[in-house]
């Protein structure tokens, strides 16, 4: 279970990191129709991986960081 969730945070993340290398593509033509889409889905792929992220709980510690 825990590797699955992991899996799914990796390939949310993975997608919002996409988004956000394409928003800076279109920032820099002026698109601003490609920016607001690709801001966009950035956001909702990283609310994604947060929702994902949120089910993991931290392993016990023995000190440390």
């Given amino acids: 279970m825990t590797a699955h969730t992991f899996d799914a945070v ?5 997608i919002a990191e996409s988004y956000a ?4 593509e ?3 033509i002026g ?3 490609g920016l607001r889409y690709a801001l966009r889905q950035a956001a ?8 994902a992220a949120a089910l993991l709980k931290p392993t016990s510690s023995r000190g440390g960081a």
């Fill in 26 to 28: 279109f920032a820099a």
């Fill in 21 to 24: 290398r394409m928003a800076t």
């Fill in 44 to 51: 909702v792929a990283l609310a994604s991986a947060a929702d």
């Fill in 10 to 14: 990796h390939e949310a993340a993975s």
């Fill in 31 to 33: 698109d601003a129709r």
